[in-house]
């Protein structure tokens, strides 16, 4: 009787951990109360495009603290793809201090599991031995998503090459 009440209990407790993993699916931190990312939300928003906006400053977020694994988590790509990357991303990040500061993000949904985004994203590079700015301006990525079990980048297409060309001051910026 005591092994089965054991069995019992580790049941309930596996069964319990599984839907609250589930439930968390790809849930992301709020950021629609967070000063700094609250003008990217809209009233019209729905449940599914505030979650949406929500991995996505997830994902800039990572990339910004210079997390490779969190950042190359939202892409969909094979493991050997995703490590070349990390090596890639890691080995950048030594000596450049990137980071992608959202301005705007919309969103549209084909259906429930398949979306695309639109972000638009002042990037800054400074060097970290001289505190240089190598670059900053404004671009637009998009983002084309599939939701399964969570979201995943399918496919990611960067701004313009031109838009390298002009490079913002921070009163550009900051208008």
Same mark, same amino acid.
């Given at each position: 009787?005591?092994?089965?009440?054991?069995?019992?209990?580790?049941?309930?407790?596996?069964?319990?951990?599984?839907?609250? /993993?589930?439930? /968390?699916?790809?849930?992301?931190?709020?950021?629609?109360?967070?000063?700094?990312?609250?003008?990217?939300?809209?009233?019209?928003?729905?449940?599914?495009?505030?979650?949406?906006?929500?991995?996505?400053?997830?994902?800039?977020?990572?990339?910004?603290?210079?997390?490779?694994?969190?950042?190359?988590?939202?892409?969909?790509?094979?493991?050997?793809?995703?490590?070349?990357?990390?090596?890639?991303?890691?080995?950048?990040?030594?000596?450049?201090?990137?980071?992608?500061?959202?301005?705007?993000?919309?969103?549209?949904?084909?259906?429930?599991?398949?979306?695309?985004?639109?972000?638009?994203?002042? /990037?800054?590079?400074?060097?970290?031995?001289?505190?240089?700015?190598?670059?900053?301006?404004?671009?637009?990525?998009?983002?084309?998503?599939?939701?399964?079990?969570?979201?995943?980048?399918?496919?990611?297409?960067?701004?313009?090459?031109?838009?390298?060309?002009?490079?913002?001051?921070?009163?550009?910026?900051?208008?």
């Amino acid at each position: 009787m005591k092994h089965l009440t054991r069995s019992l209990i580790l049941t309930v407790l596996s069964v319990l951990l599984i839907l609250v /993993c589930t439930a /968390c699916g790809d849930r992301a931190p709020d950021y629609s109360k967070n000063e700094a990312y609250s003008h990217l939300y809209t009233e019209e928003d729905t449940a599914d495009a505030v979650n949406l906006k929500n991995v996505i400053i997830a994902h800039l977020e990572a990339y910004n603290a210079a997390d490779a694994e969190g950042y190359f988590a939202l892409f969909d790509m094979e493991k050997d793809d995703r490590a070349f990357n990390i090596m890639q991303f890691e080995s950048m990040r030594q000596t450049v201090d990137l980071t992608y500061t959202p301005e705007s993000i919309y969103t549209a949904f084909l259906n429930e599991d398949n979306a695309q985004a639109l972000i638009t994203v002042t /990037c800054k590079a400074t060097d970290k031995a001289t505190g240089a700015i190598q670059f900053y301006y404004r671009t637009e990525l998009s983002y084309t998503m599939v939701r399964d079990g969570k979201w995943k980048i399918t496919l990611n297409t960067p701004g313009a090459e031109e838009d390298l060309m002009y490079t913002l001051t921070t009163e550009s910026a900051e208008s």
